[in-house]
């Protein structure tokens, strides 16, 4: 079963010049630390598609994962107009989630 998570990804220029409200979801489709994680991603993002997301395979030496220092898996990079605003490293929880996007300005 795939998670989802894309080996095309877009490079850190593009990102940059992204406008408005972005997830950059890190991690692999393979990962049993993803896929326990994904219901409670799903369930918070899915709820709001006015945010971007973005699901990025990672892996060593990947150049936008690095170039944001992403070093564990999931990892969801909150980002507004390119910069980031928040970040969430293995959420244990919907309510995780949550807390980040409001506290970031992007929840409801």
Same mark, same amino acid.
């Given at each position: 079963?795939?998670?989802?998570?894309?080996?095309?990804?877009? %490079?850190? *220029?593009?990102?940059?010049? &992204?406008?408005?409200?972005?997830? !950059?979801?890190?991690?692999?489709?393979?990962? /049993?630390?993803?896929?326990?994680? %994904?219901? *409670?991603?799903?369930?918070? &993002?899915?709820?709001?598609?006015? !945010?971007?997301?973005?699901?990025?395979?990672? /892996?060593?030496?990947?150049?936008?994962?690095?170039?944001?220092?992403?070093? &564990?898996?999931?990892?969801?990079? !909150?980002?507004?107009?390119?910069?980031?605003?928040?970040?969430?490293?293995r959420p244990n929880s919907?309510?995780?989630?949550?807390?980040?996007?409001?506290?970031?300005?992007?929840?409801e």
């Amino acid at each position: 079963m795939s998670l989802g998570y894309q080996d095309d990804q877009p %490079t850190r *220029d593009e990102v940059d010049a &992204l406008p408005g409200a972005t997830v !950059l979801e890190f991690g692999q489709n393979w990962c /049993g630390i993803c896929r326990a994680a %994904t219901p *409670d991603i799903d369930r918070v &993002l899915n709820a709001r598609p006015e !945010l971007r997301r973005i699901k990025v395979a990672d /892996g060593k030496g990947l150049p936008l994962g690095r170039s944001l220092g992403v070093k &564990l898996w999931p990892t969801l990079v !909150l980002m507004r107009d390119g910069i980031e605003v928040a970040r969430v490293v293995r959420p244990n929880s919907a309510a995780e989630i949550e807390q980040a996007l409001h506290e970031a300005g992007l929840g409801e």
